[in-house]
């Protein structure tokens, strides 16, 4: 197994009339064992910037981390949030640092830029930046999130996270309820919907995770 | 075959381990004890490479007791447990520590706690967790009884149809555990579960 594959992920983010929305799987694994059911692969940066970590979750951790920091110098010295444009570009820059050893993260960015315009990117473990202006996916689940997303995406729909958790509704792997925030220029706040239960799939009560063989 | 699992009741919680020193076939001792009392509230039960083992807890254990000394207060359980995790990350891509580490603590203000600590430095706090091969024997004990608010009395009883799920089922099923607990009044040593005593000293024979 891969050590992209060691703790599971999946990861997508998609870009709406306006807004923006990412979700993530919320399995913490150690190969086919399931650790928690809990466990937070989002992470907010500022009110309109959020990032999203598949991959390795210890390099997850400690990248979001030095992100964070990094991002609360930014604040001290220019007395404002960054940009998800130059944040990704910090992203990059930090994750070419490691080239020949490198962090084994795939980072999904998602946030509001100038006139609240929708940006999202993604990018490989070593900062291969990808902008996308629909959808964008990571992690473990990534090649059946790319065709789940393909499928069923339109463009300015008004709030993504439908599409997100019908997208959910049909994964079959490591999924245990999508952490959904839905961001709207006029309410950046989390908020997860209680009809959201219905899309979402019940979290199975297995241990060992033997979808895939 | 090392088994290091542990849970959080209603004001305390529990760390229980496996107590065999093994190397490769043969069985050191029985009586190792691999859950260290890190401070007044706080244990960590640890299970991998017993060099490792050994020398990375009482590290943890020194640089808690320094920080105590030098700032006149005791650290809580997310901080040493995001200390330990900080150690753990910087010597992995130097010369990783193969440790597996469960932090149980108790603060006044937030009650009991549990972190689950990877070798690799996964950190992430649970209710219930198990490290080992015995982990897929306690675990699924646990998600089958486990309440969250147990009573001791409770806890106990699980922890023991745990031990006795991994003696009978695992095959080199370590004979010997302990149970120890953390809560309001501390960390303290509650109990052993033997099957397998060291032999009385036969008395001296005279020549």
């Known amino acids: 197994m ?60 400690t990248l ?25 570009n910090l992203v990059s820059a930090i994750l070419y640092e490691k080239r020949f050893g490198p962090y084994f993260c795939q980072p999904v960015i998602a946030g509001l830029g100038d006139d609240d315009k929708p940006f999202i990117c993604t990018m490989d473990s070593i900062g291969a930046k990808e902008l996308a202006k629909d959808f964008v996916v990571a992690g473990t689940a990534s090649e059946s999130l790319y065709g789940a997303c393909e499928s069923m995406y339109k463009p300015d729909m008004v709030c993504s996270i439908f599409s997100c958790t019908y997208i959910y509704k049909h994964k079959v792997l490591d999924i245990f309820g999508p952490f959904t925030k839905p961001l709207h220029p006029s309410n950046p706040t989390e908020k997860r919907k209680k009809f959201m239960a219905s899309y979402i799939c019940k979290p199975t009560k297995c241990r060992l995770d033997l979808t895939n063989y | 075959m090392e088994c290091v699992f542990g849970l959080v009741g209603n004001g305390f919680a529990l760390v229980v381990a496996d107590t065999s020193a093994v190397h490769s076939i043969l069985v050191h001792k029985s009586n190792e004890d691999k859950i260290m009392i890190l401070d007044s509230h706080k244990l960590l039960g640890a299970s991998g490479e017993s060099g490792d083992r050994v020398q990375f807890t ?57 972190y689950y600590m990877d070798y690799i430095a996964t950190l992430h706090k649970i209710e219930k967790g198990a490290f080992g091969y015995g982990s897929y024997f306690s675990l699924s004990m646990m998600d089958r009884h486990y309440h969250s608010g ?39 040593e509650y109990a052993w579960r033997e099957s397998i005593k060291d032999a009385a000293a036969l008395p001296p024979t005279t020549a």
């Open chain 1, 2 to 61: 891969s050590i992209f594959e060691y703790n599971g992920s999946a990861l997508i983010a998609m870009v709406g009339k306006n807004c923006f929305a990412i979700a993530s799987d919320r399995r913490l694994g150690v190969q086919l064992q399931t650790i928690a059911t809990d466990f937070q692969r989002i992470y907010k940066i500022h009110d309109k910037l959020y990032i999203g970590l598949s991959g390795l979750a210890t390099d997850a951790q």
């Open chain 1, 64 to 88: 979001y981390q030095r992100l964070f920091f990094r991002h609360k110098l930014y604040q001290l010295r220019e007395e404002r949030d960054m940009k998800p444009e130059t944040f990704a």
């Open chain 2, 58 to 114: 009482e590290y943890i254990q020194k640089n808690v007791a320094l920080y105590q000394f030098r700032n006149g207060i005791p650290l809580t359980t997310a901080a040493a447990a995001n200390f330990t995790r900080g150690e753990l990350a910087t010597a992995l891509r130097k010369s990783p520590y193969f440790v597996n580490i469960l932090l149980a603590g108790y603060d006044k203000e937030t009650g009991p706690s549990l």
């Open chain 2, 150 to 188: 147990m009573s001791v009395e409770e806890a106990i009883d699980l922890v023991d149809k745990c031990i006795v799920e991994i003696r009978s089922r695992l095959v080199v099923a370590p004979p010997n555990f302990v149970i120890k607990i953390v809560d309001k009044d501390g960390a303290r």
